[in-house]
């Protein structure tokens, strides 16, 4: 059984005081909220303040990225040494990433290596853009991603980690991926992918998120899908009440799932 996660990609929102104000006002329900991982992915500035609010509650911190090397003349990168004193999770190639900063696919090998090495577990994110996904590639690209990302990883670290399929077309728009859509492609495609590679077992228990427009509206659809396993919330996680809500619902849906 895997257990449904549910995290939040702050993006570039929220400084300091905004991000423990926000924290604040969810930390309770969140926590209180049984059978779903949580996860809060704020700006790096804002690690140290959110880290130390949740010190003593169940919600876990993660990053948005960082780099492969341990420490170097890198101006402006942030270690995963540094992230390990922080947070558990590294959000890594999320398609904003891929496309404002270059992220490559063996960038994001690099990266999810170097994560595991710190023992921090990362969220590697895929999914095509709307060009791709009207020219049919969406299993073409997705497979692709999947496979460099994972190059190189034992079953036992695959079954660790997450992946979040985030079709491009449909972050910050609003339009969100039918649930049946977004199903097929994470359950043919990438726990497909996976299964040839790692094998069926691997496949199992490796979870997927969507993301993706996600909201406490549509929350539900996506979670009642057997092969949907959580969600990487970007614009409601900055809401505490739709955080709180899509968290709940999440969490409820526990059973759906194989
Ligand atoms: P969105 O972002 O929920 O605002 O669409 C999702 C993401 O980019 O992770």
Redesign the pocket.
Known sequence: MRTPIVAG?W?MYKTIAEATALVREMRYELNETEGVEKVLCPPFTALSAVAELLRASKIKVGAQDMHWEDQGAFTGAVSPLMLKELCQYV?IG???RRQYFGETDEGVNRKVKSAFKHGLIPII?VGENLTQNEAGQTEAVVTAQVQAALRDLTPEQVQGLVV?Y?PIW?????K?ATASGANAVIGLVIRGTVASLFGENTARALRIQY?????PENIGEFMAQPDIDG???????LVAAKFVAITRTAAKSKGARI
Do not use: D
Request: aromatic share 0%; proline share 0%.
């Open positions: 990609n993006k959000i999320h398609s904003e994110c979040a985030e449909a972050i910050g728009t609003g969100a993301g993706g427009s996600v909201s969600a990487l919330v970007g614009g409601a996680s």
